[in-house]
């Protein structure tokens, strides 16, 4: 069990004895929960499949894809040795949502916490899930998620713990897009001179599948776990004839709000209350649609079946179709009505000690087309940054400090870039440790007139308060004073909408290297992020099983 030590002075051994000690003296002055320990043993290999009824490779976790989903209690150990039988590829999985206190190391980032696991190898990833809610995992290499390499994680409150909702059964719904080209056909495109986008997907899947049924009980309430596992598309969700409440968002629980249909972005669980209180004579339609982009993907359709009606009566009626896919109001509007519960308000800092804006573009970088932020597309180096940072390999990445603004008073975020130009690099952004930082995320034109995406941005290792939403250019002066500083949400996934900004506050309180990034596949893969880096030097020694590449394969035989 690696266990860090941020008590400096402290050996392994000593650092592991004060923790207990701490633990008993907590556990004397609260109500016991055990805690358990689950040991899983996954393989991780290509196998065929037809999710849409197209035959091709997927990446399969125990023969699933998705994988199995994972069920834990707030506050077990999660102990999970994955072998890679992928022949000829590397893998890593991240465990999105899981903060990772304590075990950075575990995060499940190739090139910013560990080496890839390489074909044939098996690598254990230990961690402590420390918060009740809906989290995922998927793979963190390269377009690894775009195969199918991904799955839910349930996190429970302990028992005798009661939340601010009710209901009789819970449903689980992992949704995604699906292609027909591989990963591998996606990842060459978008690296050639000769730029190859990845297009539309062929099909939106419901719980990896086309056809799906979701069985209900007249009368019964249901709790429905979901999570976007999306590629590239904004999606919205819709249950024919029920109104869905909003009442959990990346773990942390929503003021209710009642709505006909969800925006869900890629990275981004939430759970929905839905009742079972329609016709009980007949099915209805699930429809799953893309939005923010123009749809060249037909809906994705499941059946809510009323239990005893038969699962394969089709509903009397055509399958939703979804919002206007570029309504961008309605969408902006839907994001500003998730706040915090009132009964579970955890109040940010007034202010922030430093403020970081990150402009979101696309460029290009010696002819090749990039995803850049502050001009820059981010390449990560050989060696690992939590390595190098630990071991003090200095050389292996570049020390000058990222960039943490852009000229914003006469950038105009409408037009496409006079110059395009940008470059690649792989500075970091240091931060002083416990300090409270903002992230302001704008947008801006794509290389295309009148086209600005929606970026859903994921964090590593924290959770965010969502401060605001705008449309339009950010103004540092002006739009800090409308701030939510009363009952916003926390998450860690959120979307940065078209022509838009999005501001964000956390606590820099989790010593290690940690991601922040567009959470598309393809944007993330051709440079759309950056990385934070906060108190490595309060980790004890790092595990040998995270080294072997780059300027780390020394260390390893040390």
């Known amino acids: 069990m690696f266990i860090n030590s941020s008590y400096v002075g402290l050996k392994g051994h000593q650092a592991t004895q004060l923790l207990f000690l701490f633990s008993l003296c907590l556990l004397s002055s609260i109500n016991i929960i055990e805690a358990t320990v689950q040991h899983l ?17 997927s990446i399969t976790v125990n023969g699933l894809s998705p994988g199995p989903t994972i069920t834990a209690t707030q506050g077990d150990t999660l102990i999970i040795q994955v072998t890679n039988s992928l022949i000829t590829e590397n893998t890593a999985i991240h465990w999105h949502g899981i903060r990772q206190r304590g075990t950075p190391w575990s995060d499940g980032t190739q090139g910013i916490t560990q080496c890839p696991i390489l074909p044939g190898e098996t690598f254990t990833y230990q961690f402590v899930v420390d918060r009740a809610g809906t989290y995922m995992y998927h793979a963190h290499y390269e377009m690894q998620r775009s195969a199918g390499l991904h799955g839910l994680i349930r996190v429970l409150v302990p028992e005798g713990t009661v939340e601010p909702f009710s209901y009789d059964e819970e449903r689980s719904i992992v949704v995604n897009d699906w292609w027909h080209k591989s990963a591998i056909e996606q990842s060459t495109g978008l690296l050639s001179l000769n730029f190859s986008w990845v297009g539309e997907p062929q099909s939106l899947l419901i719980n990896g599948r086309g056809p799906f049924v979701l069985t209900m009980v007249p009368g019964k309430t249901y709790r429905l776990r979901i999570a976007s596992l999306a590629s590239l598309s904004a999606l ?10 909003i009442v959990e968002a990346d773990g942390h629980y929503v003021d209710p709000v009642i709505v006909k249909n969800l925006n869900i972005y890629s990275g981004e669980t939430y759970s929905i209350i839905v009742k079972a209180d329609q016709d009980p004579s007949r099915n209805y339609w699930i429809g799953l649609n893309v939005i923010s982009r123009k749809p060249g993907t037909p809906t994705g359709t499941s059946i809510l079946n009323y239990y005893p009606i038969s699962p394969f009566k089709v509903p009397p009626t055509l399958p939703p179709t979804g919002p206007l896919w570029n309504d961008t109001l309605y969408r902006f509007n839907q994001t500003k009505l998730i706040k915090s ?26 002819g090749y087309i990039r995803w850049c932020v502050n001009n820059v597309s981010l390449n990560l180096p050989t060696t690992p940054y939590l390595i190098a940072i630990k071991e003090k390999l200095r050389h292996v990445f570049s020390q000058k400090p990222a960039l943490e603004t852009y000229k914003y008073k006469n950038y105009d975020i409408h ?6 130009n940008a470059t690649l690099g792989n500075s970091i952004h240091r931060l002083e440790f416990n300090s409270t930082v903002d992230l302001i995320l704008q947008n801006a034109n794509a290389l295309s007139s009148n086209i600005s995406e929606t970026h859903p941005w994921h964090l590593h290792g924290h959770d965010f308060w969502v401060l605001g939403y705008g449309l339009g250019k950010f103004d540092p002066q002006i739009d ?21 900004w999005t501001a964000l506050r956390f606590q820099a309180d989790n010593p290690g290297v ?15 992020g950056v990385v934070l880096e906060e108190g490595v030097e309060r980790l004890g020694k790092l595990p040998k099983s995270i080294m072997g590449c780059g300027q780390s394969k020394s260390l390893v035989r040390t």
């Not at 037009?415 to 395009?420: A, T």
């Open 41 to 57: 043993k996954w393989e991780i290999k290509y196998e065929y499949r037809s999710p849409d009824c197209f035959k091709k490779l």
């Open 236 to 245: 919205n969700l819709e249950i024919e004839g029920h109104d869905m409440i």
């Open 341 to 366: 519960h009132p009964d579970h308000i955890e109040p940010p800092p007034p202010t922030s000690n430093r403020v970081i804006i990150l402009l979101n573009t696309q460029n290009k970088v010696n």
């Open 415 to 420: 037009s496409v870039l006079k110059n395009p």
């Open 480 to 500: 800090p004073k409308n701030y939510n500083l009363v009952d916003p949400i926390q998450k860690n996934t959120v979307p940065l909408h078209p022509y838009g």
């Open 514 to 528: 940690w991601s922040f990034h567009c959470h598309l596949e393809a944007h993330f893969f051709i440079g759309m």
